[in-house]
């Protein structure tokens, strides 16, 4: 953080005195210990460690799934900050003993630059023992946990000015003493924001190598099978369900890599993307892929099934198919994998049009075909990749006042390109999306024999 935002100040030329405030997108889910005077007592435990695999069973000891999931919008799971904190609090007595505070990543470098330890909403409920309900920490659940509640830091709101930077963090990032500090959000939240979902409705999906749906709401969204979880919006009194798939842009650079090396190669020689390639041969492939099935479940699966032990397939090929027909699967699989996602939000919430963002939104076939499986107007900004940014720099503004509120993001959003759906390739996927539904619930038995249960 102090090397590039020196790097930004002197390519600019910005004076620092004219910068405004500094906010943050930040790595959600972590566990980062320090001692009072702010001191990391141990690397961050991240989004993506599961080693809390004995806590999250000692919390299921106490309180049943769908009770825990109604109090903080999310199952109970290893990946979570507080399980994380039992774990150091298990194996680790002597970190957690002088644990003053524990941080997620954007908390720790609001610290260093205020000397305040603080978290927001978004953040906080990363840590799965926030009270969606009261946004405070949970006692119920905390009390469940056995940690020492003081361990948590103060919950203030997205857009609270945690303070000004002090000189020592001035001299290391070349800000000016006494900028203000907003706290931002996490990440994923803060896409909410830079993708324009800062109102009841407002709908995204960022494809990335995983990729989510998520909108915004008034309430939280609960899902009888609990497929979907609920984050605390940035946006005050606000709430952001969403649903995460694991390998989405991940099942395609899968095809990239292993199916498509002719490709890849000419790509190279030409000084093209491979995608373009690939995409022109998914373009001669028809609506549901001449029968051929791919379930996207290379890494298990989050939402919508929550499976670990699910394994990705191909399903239907027949002598007929041609490898036009697999590609095209791949691309077809990850978005009806998302479409469940999406049907599961829109039991709840008007939705027919999604602004889509990330490097999976590239490509013209693959919006089309999301525009055809969800029945919803596409979007595409012209700036894919900086949401998360935007996000977190409209949440500093409004934090000091240079923004009336979050609907300042409108005038940073251009648009595109926009995919009407097509009424015959939405009929036709009807029954696809049926058998897509089908062959994974045939192969429940098959996956738990794989993972030997």
């Known amino acids: 953080m102090c090397d590039t935002t020196l790097a930004l100040i002197a390519e600019t030329g910005v004076d620092p005195h ?28 991240i989004w993506a460690d599961q080693r809390a695999q004995a806590q999250q069973k000692a919390i299921d000891e106490h309180i049943s799934l769908p009770d825990y999931y109604r109090i903080v919008g999310h199952r109970n799971a290893a990946s979570y900050g507080m399980q994380k904190l039992m774990w150091v609090r298990d194996n680790e007595p002597d970190i957690y003993a002088q644990t003053y505070k524990t941080l997620n990543a954007k908390d720790y470098i609001v610290f260093k630059l205020t000397g305040k330890f603080f978290t927001e909403p978004s953040d906080a409920s990363s840590n799965a023992c926030v009270d969606l309900n009261t946004l405070t920490w949970s006692e119920k659940i905390v009390d469940i946990s056995g940690i020492d509640p003081d361990k948590l830091p103060e ?44 109102r009841p409705g407002k709908t995204f999906s960022y494809v990335g190598s995983s990729s989510w749906i998520a909108t915004t709401s008034e309430k939280p969204v609960f899902d009888e099978q609990m497929r979907t979880v609920t984050w605390a919006h940035i946006v005050p009194g606000l709430y952001a369900p969403n649903g995460t798939m694991q390998a989405a842009g991940g099942s395609y650079a899968w095809l ?29 492939s028809p609506v549901g892929s001449n029968g051929v099935i791919f379930l996207p479940y290379l890494l298990g699966e989050r939402a919508p099934r929550w499976n670990p032990d699910a394994k990705a397939a191909f399903i239907g090929l027949k002598m007929e198919n041609e490898r036009k027909d697999m590609l095209r699967s791949v691309l077809e699989g990850v978005t009806m994998n998302l479409g469940i996602i999406l049907e599961i939000l829109r039991a709840q919430i008007d939705i027919d049009e999604i602004l889509v963002i990330g490097g999976g939104a590239k490509g013209a076939v693959w919006r089309q075909i999301m525009a055809d499986v969800y029945n919803a107007r596409i979007k595409a900004p012209v700036l894919l990749e900086e949401a998360t940014s935007m996000g977190a720099a409209v949440t500093g503004g409004v934090g000091v006042g240079l923004f009336k ?35 994974y619930q045939s192969l429940l038995p098959v996956y738990a024999k794989m993972a030997g249960k």
């Open 18 to 45: 004219d910068i405004a405030a500094v906010s943050f997108s930040g790595q959600m889910m972590g566990c980062l210990c320090v001692n009072k005077n702010g001191t990391p007592l141990r690397p961050s435990i």
């Open 155 to 198: 919950i203030v709101p997205s857009t609270h000015v945690a303070g000004g930077v002090t000189r020592e963090a001035a001299q290391a990032t070349g800000l000016a003493v006494g900028t203000p500090v907003v706290m931002g959000g996490g990440d994923g939240v803060c896409a909410n924001v830079g993708a324009g979902s800062v």
């Open 256 to 284: 990239r890599n292993q199916v498509c090396l002719s490709e890849a190669e000419q790509a190279k020689k030409q000084g093209m993307s491979a995608y373009d390639l690939i995409n022109r041969e998914i373009e001669q």
């Open 405 to 439: 509120d979050f609907d300042a993001i409108d005038r940073f959003i251009e648009i595109n390109c926009v995919h009407e759906p097509n009424p015959e390739a939405v009929k036709a996927y009807g029954p696809v999306k049926g058998m897509f539904e089908l062959c």
